[in-house]
Nanobody, 119 residues
Framework: QVQLVESGGGLVQAGGSLRLSCAAS????????MGWYRQPPGKQRELVAA???????NYADSVKGRFTISRDNAKNTVYLQMNSLKPEDTAVYYC?????????????WGQGTQVTVSS
């Protein structure tokens, strides 16, 4: 069984920064793609950023130049550094990982962490 645990959300003023972390734990697994999604109040979940096992990244246009996704393969952890935060970044943020257990791939989601940006 694989579990994802997120941390790092909270309340911040506009222009501030937060760093989210998401770590996978379990046995006999390997992590491939990792990503962050968010779900603003009353809206659908959307992709924020993704990173391949080799380090290739892609970002939603709304966060380009402000957010940075990174990963530590040794720790099975993905990070999201969020700078210059805006009130419209307020959402529940979820990490997602595509994980082979041990060879069949599944998508796993974190529990979600609230990010609130005040104006």
């Amino acid at each position: 069984q694989v579990q994802l645990v997120e941390s790092g959300g909270g309340l911040v003023q506009a222009g501030g920064s937060l760093r989210l972390s998401c770590a996978a734990s379990g046995s006999r697994f390997s992590v491939n793609a990792m990503g962050w999604y968010r779900q603003p109040p009353g809206k659908q979940r959307e992709l924020v950023a993704a990173i391949s096992r080799g380090g290739s990244t892609n970002y939603a246009d709304s966060v380009k130049g402000r957010f940075t996704i990174s990963r530590d393969n040794a720790k099975n952890t993905v990070y999201l550094q969020m700078n210059s935060l805006k009130p419209e970044d307020t959402a529940v943020y979820y990490c997602k990982m595509r994980i082979a257990v041990p060879i069949v791939e599944y998508d796993y989601w974190g529990q979600g962490t609230q990010v609130t940006v005040s104006s």
